[in-house]
């Protein structure tokens, strides 16, 4: 396994599995994780410095077929075969170590079918991936995955609409889409059908047309971020006292009208910012309620 990445050995501080001896149990090495049987179940090289490209012959890696967790974030590679052969796996992260420029290193992904395999998978990291070459479908092929329950997704590039095919994934509880500006859609109805969600953060993408109501009295929602959608318009809805809404977002938007008597309902809200919107009326006293 280990012979699958080229290390910086030149790093500060070195690598964690570039330390790591071949004579001893890899259950035993820094960043792996083995069940009671000594399968790999958990791989850990997150920040690494993987040398750029040094991952296009990962036999071993792939070999894991125990593994349930890769995450290979913020490491320096740009070239990765997918992996779509692990079949328990269900957290993987590839998110780039910065956003993408034309002077960035980073990994794209053409295809999303390369992940069809992989269906136990329940949390994706894509943060920072070159995602502009799957255009509008990146939807569909994200419906490749019916367990999928926390996507990230932010400054990947995304051209296109947030669709239907998204609705297929009942079990999703975090949506994080931020800073992907050629998305520039409404949102769709069907976001407050997704009875789990409890993130959702649509920040810097370009949306217009009204946001729906229903989807801030979604019971589980937790985080609502929209902030720098300057064309997004909306209200604020009557607010029922089960809402589990911690932290709510709108700063920069075009969301109109008063704030209601209702919002004194949050018991649970944290942090509200309605900088740079249109409400018509002061901070209801109904906030002196909230801890």
């Known amino acids: 396994m280990k012979n699958s990445f080229i290390f910086d050995v030149d790093s500060t501080p070195p690598a964690k599995m570039s330390q790591c001896s071949e004579s001893t149990d890899c259950c035993d ?28 012959n990962a036999s071993g890696l792939f070999s894991l077929q125990y593994l349930q967790s890769l995450n290979l974030g913020f490491t320096l590679f740009y070239r990765f075969p997918i992996p779509s052969s ?3 796996l269900a957290t993987l992260d590839l998110s780039g170590r910065e956003p993408i ?13 390369v992940f069809q395999n992989l269906t136990e998978l ?13 255009r509008t479908e990146w939807c569909k092929a994200l419906s490749l995955l019916p367990n999928l ?5 932010s400054n990947c590039l995304l051209s296109g609409p947030i669709n239907h095919h998204l609705a297929n994934l009942l079990s999703l509880s975090a949506i994080r889409l931020r800073d992907n500006h050629v998305v520039s859609c409404q949102v769709p109805e069907f976001v407050a059908n997704l009875l789990n969600l409890t993130t959702l953060d649509l920040s810097q ?6 946001f729906p109501e229903k989807v801030l009295q979604v019971p589980t929602l937790e985080t609502l971020d929209l902030s720098y959608n300057s064309l997004l318009q909306g209200s604020l809805p009557h607010f029922p006292k089960n809402s589990s809404l911690r932290n709510l977002n709108l700063k920069s938007t075009s969301f109109t009208g008063k704030l209601p008597d209702s919002i004194g309902n949050l018991e649970n809200l944290a942090s509200v910012d309605v900088s740079s919107c249109n409400f018509t009326r002061p901070i209801p006293t109904s906030m002196a309620n909230l801890a």
């Open 29 to 56: 090495w820094n960043g792996v994780d083995c069940d009671e049987a000594s399968h790999v179940i958990g791989l850990d090289l997150s920040a690494e410095p993987i040398l750029i490209g040094s991952l296009e």
């Open 86 to 88: 692990l079949p328990r």
């Open 101 to 113: 420029s034309r002077f960035s290193w980073r990994l794209e992904i053409l295809n999303f079918n």
């Open 122 to 134: 329940k949390e994706l990291y894509l943060d920072n991936v070159d995602l502009s070459g799957l």
């Open 149 to 153: 329950q926390v996507l990230n997704l």
């Open 205 to 210: 993408c370009d949306l217009h047309g009204k």
